[in-house]
């Protein structure tokens, strides 16, 4: 018999998987964008994390799901940004040496995938890590938080018991990407911030070098 975890609550992964599947939607909508993989795994990728999130939606205290939901989620966030920080770097690599083989249209569609990955990436990432993750969140197990969030300064002001949600967590990360800096949340363990550090870096390549190459080229 599966091993049951002891939880009173759950949070529905509803908006985490209708992000993924929104990014695989415009990914395949950039046709023109420069493909480091086959056309066939972006798919089997969203499938993959989609799988567990679907079992704990299905059996929300289930231990052995949720654990591999955790796990999964975080090597899918982790291999999205390795391919994410080589397709930059291919990308720079072609604008600098080979510059006259990529079109405009193709840098420009692949900067917004680049971009529009990345945000996801981190966001999946920053959500099962803080605090312990969905789970230990809203059942309130006590783990040490990796972001602060000014309504837990303003109880009166949010629903009893309040913690942050996926959509919190992407918020954080279209912040991150967009502003290069930190908004309405603060980083409060090392890892965090290195890990806003690496998304900020990302965005600004993609914009600041791939972009405005596309831009350049389409202008003259």
Known sequence: MAQRAQTTSYEPRWPAALAILATLFLLESLSARIRLLPVWFPYLAVAVVLVPM??????????????VERTITFLFSVMVGAVTILGLAN?????????????????????????????????????????????????????????????TE??????????????????????TATAFSTTDVLPLTPRAKMLMMIESTISLAAIAIVAARAINILGT
């Open 91 to 151: 990308m720079t690599s072609t604008i600098v040496f080979h510059p006259k083989t990529a079109s405009g249209i193709e840098l420009l569609a692949s900067s917004v995938a680049l971009w529009v990955t990345n945000v996801v990436a981190f966001s999946l990432l920053y959500w099962h890590l803080d605090r312990g993750g969905p789970n230990a969140r809203t059942n309130g197990q006590r783990v040490r938080p990796d972001w602060f969030f000014p309504q």
């Open 154 to 175: 303003r109880p009166e002001d949010v629903p009893p018991d309040w913690q942050p949600v996926f959509v919190d967590y992407l918020f954080l990360g279209f912040s």
């Open 54 to 67: 679907a079992a704990t939606s299905r059996a929300p205290t289930d231990a052995r799901w949720l654990r």
